[in-house]
């Protein structure tokens, strides 16, 4: 008999294929709502009806629907995203530099962020209502009530334009020594960690706070252990599950946060090559970035998923 | 009842900041799109937050942004209050497959970030005010459905509702009668959370240049407006930052106190 964990991990994995299927559909459909006229919005209000009548053929816009929704699927499935209306560029080409940049910058952010979010976590809850807890429950929920952008305004008027610490815009590009990048996208980094710490922080205080007043806390502390002892090795492991689905939520708002922290800070990534396609309704481009953010996204909450079944001791030894 | 003194420092904010975007054109010094001065003239006794990019009055241009953002932050709260907090109870009352279609199709929708599907759909969509409404007030109905929804499935299973079944009520009756009393005050709660979410929301478009559209103010886009300005030094693109977050907090305090109070009422701990 197969072990019921895989079991468990596969049904999970093959739900989230299923449920990426029916996002590229979503995806899909939400670029149709305007029937068709894609090649007028092109060719402007001036296109004569014969250029108009040709480019709808070139882009397969005579064909129905649900024929050019399994064309483009297929197409995609064999790695190819098309070509971008606007400039003719192959878009898979354009995009693989790009994703690499986000998920560069996406990396470093959650380096910084994962261990200083459990780790304030573990804090606060050691110092439950007393001031370092309640010094970080203020700060975090300061950073989470401005939105990302505007702290990345506020990160560059204060260390690159009046302490001159870093760059204001992050150019990042071949050729550029690993320790160059990182200096480059300080300030990205920065603010995406501000972004996504506060509300990693409050929802790990909260896992281990529901553990601490289990029954065996209770026992270690009349035992006489040390109060972070306590925490650290009685309190966190039995909260590591509510805890990873909390950092992997927050990892995929981190690939979210990504597409304007990358405006504000002029840095060649996925989120500002989809915001600029936005705006010249490059419809071929938005669906290849939207579908491959979907696909980042429901990835990490599989993840989230597998993790939580793996951390959980009560599905690893059944009966 | 005493009100707590955070709860009614929020309640002054809120209300100041509603009043002023209902009372904009009473209020503001100058017109919205009027050049009054000087390019980023700085603050003076004429210009209280000094002048923007091209010279127009910025405490003007913040009031009647606060009036857009406002406006239509309230408008899709409203819309998504009603559609969703509906859809939710019917498919708790329901049951059934009327509530695994719902359901599932909200699972789908919540699994693209709502930045990105808000993203993809206005990029065919023509960027105005009403679609703008339309899309973010459907994007974030489906938090709102998995609360309601959540909310409802305890209270069908009451005593008081079974016997509303059996003495013959309708639909309707059960769901605007006999559960939205009893589901309220989680959902005010809530509301106000959604409405904080809302303006970051349309902030967020705006400054990507996807939203409100110029001359039209609106926080995010004065910060689109002035960004060049931050190079130099000049902070008027941080203003609408102070506007933002302090709205945020002081509806996050309201929101707060409501839950308390709401759930002291019920017997439930605090308050």
Redesign the interface.
């Known amino acids: 008999m197969v072990h019921p964990v895989i079991k468990l991990v596969a049904q999970r994995i093959a739900l989230g294929l299923l449920?990426?299927l029916?996002?590229s559909v979503?995806?899909f459909v939400?670029?149709?709502?305007?029937p068709g006229d894609?090649a007028q919005?092109i060719l402007g209000q001036s296109a004569t009806p014969t250029s108009l009548a040709n480019l709808r053929a070139e882009l397969g816009l005579n064909e129905p629907p649900v024929t050019r929704y399994f064309n483009w699927l297929g197409a995609v499935l064999q790695g190819d995203l098309g070509k971008a209306l606007t400039n003719g560029q192959d878009i898979a080409e354009a995009m693989g530099k790009r994703l690499g940049n986000t998920l560069f910058l996406a990396f470093c952010a959650a380096v910084i962020a994962v261990p200083l979010a459990i780790g304030l976590g573990l804090i606060a809850v050691r110092y439950l209502n007393r001031w370092p807890d309640k010094l970080i429950s203020m700060v975090t929920?300061?950073t989470i009530?401005?939105?990302?952008?505007?702290l990345g305004?506020?990160a560059?008027?204060l260390l690159s334009?009046?302490f001159r610490v870093f760059p204001?815009l992050a150019t990042v590009y071949d050729g550029m020594s690993l320790g160059e990048q990182l200096y480059a996208i300080a300030l990205p980094v920065l603010v995406l960690v501000l972004t996504v710490l506060g509300h990693m922080m409050r929802m790990t205080r909260a896992a281990i706070l529901n553990v601490m007043q289990s029954a065996y806390i209770e026992t270690a502390e009349l035992k006489g252990l040390r109060p972070f002892t306590v925490i650290a090795r009685h309190a966190f492991p039995n909260a590591i599950a509510p805890v990873v689905n909390v950092v992997m939520l927050n990892l995929?708002?981190l690939?979210?946060g990504v597409?304007?922290v990358e405006?504000v800070f002029v840095y060649p990534g996925m989120g500002q090559y989809?915001?600029d396609?936005?705006?010249k309704?490059?419809?071929p481009v938005?669906?290849a970035?939207?579908l491959v953010?979907?696909a980042v996204?429901?990835g990490l909450?599989i993840v989230a998923d597998v993790v939580s079944i793996l951390a959980n001791p009560r599905l690893r030894h059944p009966k | 009842m005493r009100i707590p003194i955070s709860a009614l420092i929020g309640l002054a904010f809120t209300g100041a900041y509603f009043f002023a975007a209902i009372f904009a054109s009473l209020i503001a010094p100058y017109g919205m799109a009027e050049i009054v001065g000087d390019v980023w003239e700085p603050a003076s006794s004429e210009f209280l937050l000094g002048t923007d990019g091209i010279g127009r009055d910025l405490l003007s241009r913040m009031i009647f942004g606060g009036q857009t953002t406002i406006f239509v932050a309230t408008s899709a709260t409203l819309l998504s209050f009603g559609l969703g907090s509906i859809l939710g109870f019917t498919a708790a009352v329901k049951g059934g497959w009327v509530d695994q279609i719902l359901s599932r199709g909200v699972d789908l929708m919540m699994s693209i970030p709502s930045l990105i599907s808000a993203l993809v759909v206005l990029s065919v969509m023509p960027v105005t005010l009403p679609v703008l409404i339309l899309v973010m007030g459907l994007l974030d109905a489906t938090r709102v459905f998995r609360l309601s929804r959540a909310v409802a499935v305890d209270i069908t299973v009451m005593d008081y509702v079974e016997a509303a079944r059996l003495r013959g009520e309708k639909q309707m009756w059960i769901i605007f009668r006999e559960i939205l009393p009893n589901a309220l005050s989680p959902l005010v709660a809530e509301m106000g959370l959604r409405f904080i979410f809302m303006v970051l929301f349309i902030s967020t478009l705006s400054f990507l240049g996807l939203g409100v559209q110029p001359p039209l103010a609106d926080w995010g886009g004065i910060v689109k407006e002035n960004r060049e300005g931050i190079v130099y030094g000049i902070p008027a693109a941080l203003i609408p930052a102070v506007a933002i977050a302090t709205l945020a907090i002081s509806v996050n305090l309201v929101a707060d106190w409501v839950l308390t109070r709401t759930s002291s009422l019920k017997g439930g701990r605090g308050g």
């Open positions: 449920l990426l029916a996002a979503l995806i939400g670029t149709q709502i305007l894609v919005s929920l300061a009530s401005v939105p990302e952008f505007l305004y506020i560059i008027f334009v009046q204001s995929a708002y690939v979210v597409v304007v405006v989809l915001v396609h936005v705006s309704r490059d419809v938005v669906q970035c939207g953010f979907a996204y429901i909450n």
